[in-house]
């Protein structure tokens, strides 16, 4: 499972942007996929993670509301749909995968270490 990232770039507040993780080297439809980000002098933090089927999603407290992940699994993608876009979420973006079958949980999904596979990130910047 190799992992690739797309979607970033510079926006206003306010605006809304949608990144895309593909899975570019086999399938990750029995995986669970989290997207984090990171800025520059900050921790590495949970955005969100949806589970192989698509049917279950799981959110940070801070981004519920104004982001949407979902999944194709016929495309081998993984989205993350942003809208309200605020400053402080300029980060790196990037995705995560981990082995589930067919669970609809796994366990430490807000943690980046759950996730054998990462792809290298898409930026996003947020600026007037």
């Known amino acids: 499972v190799q992992l690739v990232e797309s979607g970033g770039g510079l926006v206003q507040p306010g605006d809304s942007l949608r990144l895309t993780c593909t899975c570019t080297?086999?399938?990750?439809?029995?995986?669970?996929v989290a997207w984090f980000r990171q800025a520059p002098g900050k921790e590495r933090e949970f955005v969100a993670a949806?589970?192989?089927?698509?049917?279950?999603?799981y959110y940070a407290d801070a981004n519920e509301g104004r982001f949407t992940i979902s999944r194709d699994n016929a495309k081998n993608s993984v989205y993350l749909q942003m809208t309200s876009l605020k400053p402080e979420d300029a980060a790196l973006y990037y995705c995560?995968?981990?082995?589930?079958?067919?669970?609809?949980?796994?366990?430490?999904?807000?943690?980046?270490?759950?996730?054998?596979?990462r792809g290298r990130g898409t930026q996003v910047t947020v600026s007037s």
């Open positions: 995560a995968a981990t082995f589930t079958g067919t669970k609809e949980r796994w366990s430490f999904m807000d943690r980046a270490t759950a996730y054998a596979q």
């Open positions: 080297a086999g399938t990750f439809t029995n995986y669970g």
């Open positions: 949806v589970a192989w089927s698509g049917d279950s999603t």
